[in-house]
């Protein structure tokens, strides 16, 4: 049932009185900036607003509802307590440029969460403000380019990238105006060290690197390519969005690392809110401790106060206008306190449990894995190419079908050096019940697609629409409801 | 264990499927000297649910303040209980970026919503389906300008919050632009157009203009527009869009328009926070489309010819782009444009008028009053929002401190980011307050500067 | 999609251990007292949870997501706000037993709600304390009897009820001790007074009566039924179910009404929560003062105080062990407030509006209504006699045929009087658009009962089963899970 | 208009083809003399939802209090964050009555394993979908008892809570039953088998027992039960369902087990509320579900074989029989019951124990501590579960009061329901109390004593 626009169900002068004070104002001192048109938005009342999203909810799968084991991801349970937390109403109500004097209590969680984080990172120092794991990879970025020009190093202009990195990895890069150099991965998985060597060098400003890597695989010879990279004087960087496979395991500041970036909104069970608010704190090393991006919380005695650009002077300065996504930030720390010491490890322990046995189900009914030596990750790949070629149905086809079975689509054609691949993470938080139901399912896709590919590759059959056309939504561009 | 299924027997089953006997083999690829031998130290004991919540409220009840008068780039306004009880239904919350359009038609007709009705408030052609927050949007704005116009002066008025002005700075600084602060009228606390005569001729990609200003000053836009058209520099507007429900839109400005708009979109139903989340909006002309960061969703239609939504001009970004792309953003702040579609929905546009005509009608009988007392004085000339500055005789981190113990959060001290104004305060009334608090706030000044 | 049983996924041994306390326990000193069993309850993740029973929701029609026009029920609009307010963690936190001191602001409410209710239903006191509106027509039943009791009056055996009423009404009428003696409806929908008069006389207790009645008319003379019942000493029990009718355009205590409940669940916006809970407050005129149930609140100088059986000798006493449903009251309490004097009269206006429009629309298709020369009230009667006849389809048919178009289906086969009817009742609440499109369908539904009879004798054919067999689940009754 | 969707335009479209003017012809059959011709006086004026929130804020703030220590029926438990979230979904919130099953698989669904979850806790044959509250259950089910039996003995204990005895009276008062109150043992706390001697041979309906009792204490269930079914009475349970998970289930009291089990639910997720909404639950022996007042849920098939849930049974119920129903109850308690079947599913068997368990040890420990102070004295020697009755050597009120100060509610007092008792204190910890909880409470209690 498509739902209609709520431009549709507009009827001019409806309104609900309630939400707004009916007194009289005036505005006449202002009029020559006021605007003469009516804003063209919707005229409803509140039944039908909630009616209309209410509806519009329910069309969506979401972890709430569904298995949803999309790579790189981690769509694990994001508990009812912390968004509670979070939601206190001393919390909703506090306005940023509070009093300090009124600001001890969220500053404590702020300060102890930084703290948290630095210990589970294995790192110096961490700054809360970026918004989303993006932009805590510019932050990243950008202070290895203020440490470089704070040394006059100047020469440095490549940022060196796998070629299984997330796309946000070479944009950052280039947002921090950095050419971006891609070097392949062997058949492994691992990085092609060869290729590395031959890589850096006085031009290499850092290396962004994902550990375990999009690939599903925990790169081995991490130290020796830290070396490298730190022989030429060159940093490394890492991406923390895999964080739920190592998380109490092994620390990104004990493999070399001096920056890494942290995604609250996968490794600490955050909600993803249908595309954001994430948080995506930096941690860094000694070298990058004094660039770090503002405010940052510390402790003076036994007074909390937030640092500003008088407080850290070669700080890459500030993000956004104020501290970041606060929200999600007491939800991490919520989450660390309910999961505690013991419960961080053993995270990483059942989300790689679940990956390797859901990998091992896959493969001996006959699925291909491109690793297929490899201990998978909190995630791993399987590759569709011979299922596309045999039976015509594609990476794509068979994460369409698996929503009419009522499980999300594992991540598609990502990493895209693997082809047809889709990359499954099933989380920590998802039982053997679960998991084994969806192989038994990926197994009666592999059957459908050689008796019946047709169906494949035309779903999915169940959900609000049928397969929809993205060509032409990007060929006949409609992006904004107009008044007919 | 919080969160985790599985039962003693499920682990061994799954053990045993793996022919492995404990999970430590799992991490057996990680080479030994990494493998953390002792325990997070850092962290403390797991606290049960109860023990947790208790705790938090403890810490959110610490700091609880009084009335709230303090905006400067963050406002206090009612939010419909609506709002919250269906943003925080799990379907919403709990969903990622609707790359499975077909299992996402929820968010993506929301978002299509969201789009439109922030293209029809602006008045611009099209909106992307929202940023961080109004700093780090109109940073990215500054640099779509400089990419468009292949210039690299950008002129940001210091009528600009300065925590704008810094984003911008951080965001843009590996391009190392020619960003120019222009001054403003200490009388009238805005840009006056004669100001802006110094900076004719030179290459400029763009004006940054905020309406209204940091001190909630209403800025000369239709000169000031035509002024940087004249000048081929493109014009972008910093405004917030609840006033712009009341004030000109910025794609009415001038003869031809403001070329983006960007802006926070907190006022429309994100509560205060601590600052965040909130959400960044952008807008702009067509001309600049496929320039635009950040995603949006467009309407298509299924293969049975049915209308659905799905991610679309998706070469803009980096997961198809990679170094190539707009910009790096992939998470946004979706949840938060979906509290402001519903905002928006609710309130609708005569709702959003007169709610900010009752935030202006507030804040000028809180000026009127509080500007009679001795020892303030009101500094600037021109109209304002919903915000103010005042001059007092004390030093106003006292003065604040004073009005915190009678209950009242004053506002915000102007004396560390701009000097030059003395003991400058900017304060702020929205429609959540009551005669009776705009009252107590003229009373507590009065008491406290008498003393 | 069924959804399984949360004991289908119930697997030994899982929990959440966050949800309670680990610490060591030691019941040692009651172990003779103590379970030796385990009780057979779902062992589930917190996830299991959230998305067992998110999906279950997901399975109800209700007024959030679909029009729901059920006659006699009036599912308007459930404000959000009022859930909010009651919601408030003061009045959840808050023990029934809190000392005074600590009660005000709750006892302010509640006394402000009781004054209100005795305005608008122009009674002289209320009690709030009865928990949904059977419990409230208990109570008035038990306080004539007390009434007559106090008075020596042990002759009146009887209470009269017109065939159309609800069956809480001669339910109640038993649960007092009553004999029930019917009484017929006249073919214009009022009540028979030839009847009347012939049923009264010294064993007459009282009448109970619903106006507008539950055949959708005002019963025009019912200042005459008063003084039948009243010249022979019975009383007269008003059922306020429909008071949204009327609310501010006629209150039952100018009636002659010595009583009456009244469904906060109904009338005034709080939700039904898909059966309960409600609240059934009753208003007495100044006959039946002395016999209200406890506990009341009163005012005393400044400060507000519960009454109990010491300072009402007289009462019925108390129907449950606390206040009875405060949260419900609350919500009643801020809805009022919201809508103010202004608004109470337009809910009348535009529920009455809303129902004589659709009357019309249906009338002018073609469809039977039984009182045909009648203004509706806030709701009206359909019969579907003649299509039942002439196609084979019942009102049943047509009620599952709407579901399949997205409304919910009026009331059925209720008022039992009425062959084959459909009590549709659409509430101020939903607009006309709304209203339109529903009879548009309600058009439809009937063209298919002619072209297509058994397209709508079998539905619903969209929903998450399709028709459900109530006989075997009353013959083979499974009504508790057992473990296999 | 709040909640009225209808513009103007809308209005007169309908009058229109109404063929009136106004809304005022739409009451025309309404008697002259009968249409309220003023307005409603006692009725505000609307306030804005911001400003009835912000009154109800007010409301509820004034009536903090401190750390409850008070049960007396209604007990502060632990509420999981998730339930309300689930339970305040529209779906759930805002459905009527299951009626039409193919649209309510939600509602029906979760009562059938609310049944099966309080059958099994029970360890009886059914439970019905809910009742009013543990008072209003019982009432009915000493209705029941009498109906099956065809007696009008009932056995009522004087442990049983005051309200509860008092509801019972009213709601039997028209049968004109004969209500014997059992006295109880002042040592123990408890009924004694002994003291049961006096009715044996009466013609009893029904015996009444509670576990535990309004005092707190376990009452010698396996013997009362056997005597009961030797007097060829019913036994009908009182129970709490959250203490149930940890003591004897009441289908295992004795040696055939109790026959009626009742109680409040409110245990089980409900929130304090001032007393409501809680809810009742009632579950039986097969024998008497015929008997049985309320809705019940049961599972079956549609037309296509598929498993679904629909009301059953109905035939025992007012809409169907009208006065030959089993009770008048038609809305029941269903979103509590709801709230119950979450809160029984997050926990699991192991978690109630481990809470009933929890309760048990704070009150213990409490019991211990208060009873150590000068002044005060534990009074009935049985076993408690978690409350507790102490002996004061002032006014309970006082003391109360006093306590209330130091922001601590300290139980409930039970001079005026039991004045031979004397100075009574009944005084619960549940596991909602940490040490340093329990340690403020005694600190406190020794002060004011001592002073
Ligand atoms: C490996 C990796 N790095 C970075 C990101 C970017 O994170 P965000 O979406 O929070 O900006 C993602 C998100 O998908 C990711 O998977
Ligand atoms: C006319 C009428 N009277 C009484 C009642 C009983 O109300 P409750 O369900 O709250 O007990 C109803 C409920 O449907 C009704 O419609």
Redesign the interface.
């Known amino acids: 049932?498509?739902?209609p626009?709520?431009?549709d169900?507009s009827?001019?002068?409806?309104?609900?009185?309630?939400?707004?004070?009916?007194?009289k104002?005036?505005?006449s001192?202002?009029k020559d900036?006021?605007?003469?048109?009516?804003?063209?938005?919707?005229?409803?009342?509140?039944?039908?607003?909630?009616?209309?999203?209410?509806?519009?909810?329910?069309?969506?799968?979401?972890?709430?509802?569904?298995f949803?084991p999309?790579g790189s991801?981690t769509?694990?349970?994001?508990?009812?307590?912390i968004?509670?937390?979070?939601?206190?109403?001393?919390?909703?109500?506090?306005?940023?440029?509070?009093?300090d004097?009124?600001?001890?209590?969220?500053m404590?969680?702020l300060y102890e969460l930084q703290?948290?984080l630095?210990?589970?990172t294995g790192m110096q120092a961490v700054s809360l403000t970026p918004?989303?794991?993006?932009?805590g990879?510019?932050a990243g970025v950008?202070m290895i380019?203020a440490y470089h020009e704070s040394r006059g190093d100047k020469e440095r202009s490549e940022i060196i990238v796998p070629d299984a990195a997330?796309?946000?990895n070479?944009?950052?890069?280039?947002?921090?105006?950095?050419?971006?150099r891609e070097i392949p991965t062997l058949a492994d998985g691992d990085v092609d060290l060869e290729a590395l060597k031959a890589a850096v060098g006085p031009k290499t400003a850092a290396i962004m690197l994902t550990n375990p890597s999009t690939l599903g695989?925990?790169e081995?010879r991490?130290?020796e390519i830290a070396k490298i990279v730190h022989n030429v004087g060159g940093l490394l960087y890492y991406d923390g969005a895999n964080l739920n496979a190592?998380l109490?395991?092994?620390?990104p500041g004990?493999?070399g690392f001096d920056v890494i970036h942290l995604n609250l909104?996968k490794t600490f069970?955050t909600?993803?809110?249908?595309?954001?608010?994430?948080s995506g704190p930096v941690a860094v090393g000694k070298t990058l401790l004094p660039f770090l991006?503002i405010p940052i919380i510390d402790k003076k005695g036994d007074r909390y106060v937030s640092l500003t650009?008088k407080d850290r002077p070669q700080s890459?300065?500030?993000?956004?206008?104020?501290?970041?996504?606060?929200?999600?930030m007491?939800r991490a720390y919520?989450y660390?306190?309910?999961?505690?010491?013991?419960?961080?490890?053993?995270?990483?322990?059942?989300a790689?449990?679940?990956a390797?046995?859901l990998m091992?189900?896959l493969v001996d009914a006959g699925f291909t894995v491109p690793y297929p030596t490899?201990?998978a990750s909190h995630e791993f790949i399987v590759s569709l190419k011979k299922e596309l070629q045999e039976c015509g149905t594609s990476a794509k086809d068979f994460?369409?079908r698996l929503?009419d079975y009522?499980f999300?689509?594992p991540?598609t054609y990502?990493p895209v050096l693997v082809a047809e691949c889709l990359l499954i993470e099933p989380t920590?938080?998802?039982?053997?019940?679960e998991i084994d139901a969806f192989a038994e399912v990926m197994i009666k896709i592999l059957a459908e697609a050689k008796s019946d590919p047709n169906k494949v590759k035309?779903a999915?059959h169940t959900?609000?629409?049928?397969?929809?056309?993205?060509v032409?939504?990007?060929r006949?561009?409609?992006?904004?409801?107009k008044k007919k | 264990?919080?969160?985790?299924?599985?039962t003693e027997q499920?682990?061994q089953?799954?053990?045993a499927?793996?022919k492995i006997q404990s999970?430590d083999a799992?991490?057996?690829?990680?080479?030994e000297?990494?493998?953390?031998k002792g325990?997070?130290?850092?962290?403390?004991?797991?606290?049960s649910?109860a023990a947790?919540?208790r705790?938090?409220?403890?810490?959110?009840?610490?700091?609880?303040?009084g009335l709230?008068f303090?905006g400067?780039?963050?406002y206090?306004h009612?939010i419909?209980s609506?709002i919250?009880d269906?943003v925080?239904?799990?379907?919403?919350?709990?969903?990622?970026?609707?790359?499975?359009?077909?299992?996402?038609?929820?968010?993506l007709?929301?978002?299509?919503?969201y789009?439109?009705?922030m293209?029809?408030?602006m008045?611009l052609?099209?909106?992307n389906?929202?940023m961080?927050?109004?700093?780090?949007a109109l940073a990215e704005a500054v640099l779509m300008a400089t990419r468009s116009k292949q210039k690299k002066t950008v002129l940001i008025p210091q009528t600009l919050?300065p925590?704008?002005r810094?984003?911008i700075?951080?965001?843009t600084?590996?391009?190392s632009l020619n960003l120019v602060e222009v001054p403003f009228s200490m009388q009238t606390g805005r840009i006056e157009l004669a100001d802006l005569k110094a900076y004719e001729g030179q290459e400029i990609a763009a004006l940054v203009l905020p309406q209204p200003n940091f001190f909630g000053v209403?800025e000369n836009?239709d000169a000031l527009t035509d002024w940087a058209h004249e000048q081929k520099a493109l014009l972008i507007a910093a405004v917030n869009p609840l006033a712009?429900?009341?004030?000109?839109?910025p794609g009415?400005w001038g003869k031809d328009g403001a070329d983006i708009a960007v802006g926070?979109g907190q006022p429309l139903g994100s509560?205060?926070?601590?600052?965040?989340?909130?959400?960044g909006f952008m807008c702009c002309k067509k001309d600049y489309m496929r320039q635009l960061p950040g995603?949006?969703?467009?309407?298509?239609?299924?293969?049975?010819g049915?209308?659905?939504?799905?991610l679309?001009?998706?070469?803009r970004?980096?997961?198809?782009?990679?170094?190539?792309?707009t910009?790096?953003?992939?998470?946004?702040?979706?949840?938060?444009a979906?509290a402001a579609?519903?905002y928006?929905?609710?309130?609708?546009?005569?709702?959003?008028?007169?709610?900010a005509?009752?935030c202006?009608?507030n804040a000028?009988k809180l000026c009127e009053s509080l500007s009679k007392i001795k020892g303030v004085e009101k500094i600037f000339s021109a109209?304002f929002?919903h915000e103010f500055v005042l001059k007092l005789s004390q030093p106003v981190a006292i003065v604040?401190?004073k009005l915190?113990e009678a209950g009242i959060?004053g506002g915000?001290d102007l004396s560390g980011a701009y000097p030059t104004l003395g003991n400058a305060l900017l304060v702020c009334a929205t429609?959540t307050k009551t005669d009776n608090d705009l009252n107590r706030y003229s009373e507590a000044l009065q008491q406290i500067l008498r003393g």
């Open positions: 049932m498509t739902i626009l709520i431009f169900v009827h001019s002068g409806c309104k609900t009185t309630s939400l707004v004070e009916q007194t104002t005036d505005v001192d202002i900036f006021l605007r003469q048109d009516k804003p063209l938005l919707p005229e409803v009342s509140e039944l039908e607003v909630v009616r209309h999203f209410t509806r519009l909810s329910q069309q969506n799968f979401s972890v709430d509802t569904h949803y999309l991801c769509m694990k349970y994001n508990s009812r307590a968004h509670k937390a979070a939601s206190l109403p001393g919390f909703l109500n506090r306005h940023p440029f509070a009093l004097n009124f600001s001890q209590g969220i404590a969680c703290n948290y630095a210990n589970i918004m989303a794991g993006a932009q990879e510019f950008a380019r997330h796309g946000t070479p944009a950052s890069a280039m947002m921090a105006n950095y050419a971006v695989v925990f081995r991490i130290e190592i109490g395991k092994a620390r004990d493999m909104h069970g909600p993803h809110g249908g595309g954001g608010p994430g991006p650009e890459i300065g500030r993000l956004s206008a104020f501290l970041g996504n606060v929200g999600i007491l919520a660390i306190r309910l999961l505690g010491r013991q419960g961080l490890p053993r995270v990483a322990e059942y790689t449990l679940n390797n046995y091992k189900v490899r201990r994460g369409k929503l009522g999300h689509a991540t990502f920590e938080t998802e039982s053997k019940q035309t999915p959900m609000p629409v049928k397969r929809l056309d993205d032409k939504a990007a006949e561009l409609d992006i904004v409801w | 264990m919080p969160y985790i299924p599985h499920d682990k089953a799954m053990l499927a793996l999970t799992l991490f057996s690829e990680i080479p000297t990494l493998r953390l325990e997070l130290k850092e962290i403390p004991e797991a606290l649910e947790m919540l705790l938090m409220e403890e810490r959110s009840e610490q700091d609880k303040a709230c303090i400067a780039g963050a206090e009612n419909p609506v919250w269906i925080g239904r799990g379907e919403y919350l709990t969903a990622y970026t609707p790359y499975q359009a077909e299992a996402s038609q929820g968010t007709q929301t978002i299509y919503e789009q439109s009705m293209a029809n408030l008045r052609d099209l909106s389906a929202s961080y927050d109004g700093a780090s919050s925590f704008y810094q984003t700075q951080t965001i600084h590996p391009y209403l836009i712009t429900a009341l004030l000109k839109a009415t926070d509560p205060l926070s601590s600052g965040g989340p909130y959400f995603r949006i969703v467009g309407r298509t239609v299924d293969t049975e049915k209308t659905g939504f799905v679309t001009l998706q070469a970004e980096q997961h198809i782009r990679r170094a190539k792309a910009s790096n953003i992939c998470s946004n702040q979706a949840l938060m979906t579609t519903i928006m929905s609710l309130l609708g546009p005569e709702g959003m008028q007169r709610t005509s009752l202006h009608d000028k109209p929002f604040l401190a915190a959060q915000y429609e």
